[in-house]
């Protein structure tokens, strides 16, 4: 909590919060959306025989895009799970560097996802792939997907700054 | 080095980084990643990421989990927590150690609806608690009851934990959310019984009980009809065929919403408060979804869950004994690790390892729902065995007077009932398939 805390000040620490935050409503509308959706369409089926055609591909593509905009979220507010039953004891500075290593690593993988997620939208675009029952193009969701992935990375490389540059009286301070 | 022996260190690397506190996630991540260029090359782990990660988040059946947490979400800044324990103590109440019994059975009511454990430990001790220290019942009593009542979460439907081991074993939600209730209910009667025979024995740690009146009970039922129509509208709907999971979780976010905007408790804040929670805890989870498919990928390319089930399916040992192994080591593993990253990395090695054995008979579909059941009735342990459980945590984070070590003494009557009933439903698989054999 305190590290969560800690994150938020600062010019940057603000505004990545914001941005993280902001991410997170919209894809919570886009949940509710399908959600909306769905039960328009289960009451189209059931009391008037007419559902809505592609509810499923709909639902397939927005949860794509929803869990994308969950991610920076969670990340930025430490919320993604470590074990800490092994450095329990640990001194705090050897904890924080722990963490940074932890949130560095985290950027690359998300940075290496953005790339590829990024790839596979121009290559669908290329292709032409679309959706089988309401065609639409599935380069989209993809490219949907990337700002979701980037912001992760920024958050990891933010978090591995603070802990990296953060003094451990400022941490305790905060805590 | 061989194929074998690069699964085998990709293992041992992910436990190193789990260890040095790397989220574990990101400990599965990156030595599935490297895993995958040592077995295949960069260029194909390139081509497979490509891919894999839209492949795995957009998943028609996936989207349960999401929802049905929106829908928790919801039912917990709803006030609908307040209303059931209410109702289980007006009917409850009468015993000695009634309110205890009454947490108990509000916390298998609200984890009916509620997919998140902590989110209904949190959520039921929030009333509950205040309440049973105000009539004098002991620190140790009250949390310890409240904190494993609280595990029947993991368990009953729709637990997003069940709703992963589905996913991941390919089996029908559906079948396995059936599965689940009869180990639930026996859960819950259990320690129930362990309640009112502790207070029996050691009388000073619950008050004297009052009994309600018939008229105060009408008037506690009359608040929970919202949460008996959810559960009703949402998993009769499911188990009635009408629609599917998916849909039937889209329709309980829905509802669960309507009501609480109804009972004027649901603000615009509290309603963003609901999709923050929403979006924290799907975002870790599918967070350890995108790290566990890169592992397992890179695990898959080594044979080494192949090579595993084919060793143990020809030593010879007896299949129950692989099986006590694997729950002993669930329960070891549940004292470091959360049960959802357990699911997600064990399952797919050790899923083909029981598949590959003869357990009474039971076919491909009975065997792959009876352990599910198991590995989520020790995750349940997990999440109150000492030294780490979650939810004597969170239960100490509300009960700040109470040192956990008392919590820890409470626990202890109530494990050794979870500990019989694990025994039990190892040893009588029916337990487990009994309402799906009727229901199907």
């Known amino acids: 909590m305190s590290a969560d805390l800690q994150m938020r000040r600062g010019a940057v620490g603000r505004l990545l919060n914001v941005l993280c935050d902001v991410c997170a409503v919209?894809?919570?509308?886009?949940?509710?959306?399908?959600?909306?959706?769905?039960?328009?369409?289960?009451?189209?089926?059931?009391?008037?025989?007419s559902p809505i055609l592609g509810d499923v591909e709909l639902v397939q593509l927005g949860l794509a895009v929803c869990v994308a905009t969950f991610l920076p979220y969670t990340q930025f507010r430490s919320a993604n799970i470590i074990v800490d039953f092994f450095t329990a004891n640990a001194a705090p500075r050897t904890q924080r560097w722990m963490d940074g290593l932890g949130a560095l690593l985290y950027?690359?993988?998300t940075a290496l996802i953005a790339w590829r997620v990024y790839a596979g939208s121009v290559m669908s675009h290329e292709n032409q792939e679309a959706s089988m029952l309401m065609n639409l193009p599935l380069w989209i969701p993809y490219a949907l997907m990337v700002p979701g992935f980037v912001l992760c990375t920024l958050v990891g490389l933010y978090q591995a700054f603070v802990?990296?540059?953060?003094?451990?009286?400022?941490a305790e301070g905060v805590a | 080095m061989s194929t074998m022996a690069i699964g085998l260190s990709l293992f041992g690397a992910m436990l190193v980084l789990m260890a040095i506190r790397v989220p574990i996630a990101i400990?599965?991540?990156?030595?599935?990643?490297?895993?995958?260029?040592?077995?295949?090359?960069?260029d194909p782990l390139l081509a497979h990421l490509r891919g894999a990660v839209y492949g795995r988040v957009s998943v028609y059946d996936l989207s349960v989990i999401p929802l049905f947490m929106l829908m928790g979400a919801f039912a917990v800044n709803g006030g609908l927590s307040k209303a059931l324990f209410d109702f289980a103590n007006a009917l409850l109440g009468r015993f000695r150690g009634g309110m205890a019994m009454a947490g108990i059975l509000a916390c298998a009511a609200f984890g009916a609806i509620s997919g998140s454990t902590v989110a209904t430990t949190a959520t039921i001790a929030q009333v509950a608690y205040p309440e049973m220290r105000r009539i004098s019942y002991s620190g140790r009593l009250a949390t310890a009851a409240l904190a494993t009542g609280g595990t029947m979460g993991v368990l009953l439907p729709p637990s997003v934990t069940l709703m992963v081991y589905a996913i991941l074993t390919e089996q029908n939600i559906t079948k396995?959310?059936?599965a689940a209730y009869v180990p639930a209910f026996l859960a819950a009667a259990g320690y129930i019984a362990v309640v009112a025979i502790y207070v029996r024995l050691r009388p000073e740690h619950a008050p004297d009980a009052r009994a309600a009146s018939a008229s105060e009970i009408a008037q506690a039922a009359g608040g929970v009809w919202p949460i008996a129509l959810i559960f009703v509208a949402v998993f009769g709907g499911i188990y009635g065929g009408i629609f599917t999971p998916t849909e039937g979780a889209a329709i309980g976010a829905t509802l669960t919403f309507i009501i609480s905007l109804l009972k004027r408790q649901l603000t615009l804040q509290k309603t963003i408060e609901s999709i923050r929670t929403t979006a924290v805890t799907s975002g870790m989870i599918f967070m350890i979804f995108i790290g566990a498919d890169m592992i397992n990928a890179s695990l898959a390319l080594s044979q080494l869950p192949n090579q595993l089930a084919d060793v143990i399916a020809h030593a010879a040992i007896p299949p129950v004994v692989v099986m006590g192994a694997i729950m002993i080591f669930y329960v070891i593993l549940g004292c470091v690790m959360d049960e959802m990253s357990m699911i997600l990395l064990t399952v797919p090695v050790l899923f083909p390892v029981i598949m590959g054995l003869d357990f009474y008979g039971l076919n491909v579909s009975d065997k792959a729902l009876w352990f599910g059941v198991l590995i989520l009735t020790v995750c349940a342990?997990?999440?109150?065995?000492?030294?780490?459980?979650?939810n004597v945590y969170i239960m100490n984070g509300l009960a700040k007077d109470v040192p956990m070590i008392e919590t820890y003494k409470g626990v202890m009557i109530f494990l050794a009932w979870d500990f019989i009933r694990l025994a039990l439903l190892i040893l009588f698989p029916g337990i487990t398939l009994w309402l799906v054999r009727l229901l199907t």
């Open chain 1, 26 to 49: 919209i894809g919570g509308a886009v949940l509710i959306a399908m959600a909306g959706m769905t039960v328009v369409s289960v009451i189209g089926r059931t009391f008037f025989n």
């Open chain 1, 107 to 109: 950027a690359c993988c």
């Open chain 1, 163 to 170: 802990y990296w540059t953060g003094s451990d009286a400022e």
């Open chain 2, 27 to 42: 400990a599965m991540f990156v030595p599935g990643a490297v895993g995958y260029v040592l077995l295949s090359g960069w």
């Open chain 2, 176 to 178: 396995t959310f059936l």
């Open chain 2, 381 to 390: 342990i997990g999440m109150i065995f000492p030294p780490v459980g979650l």
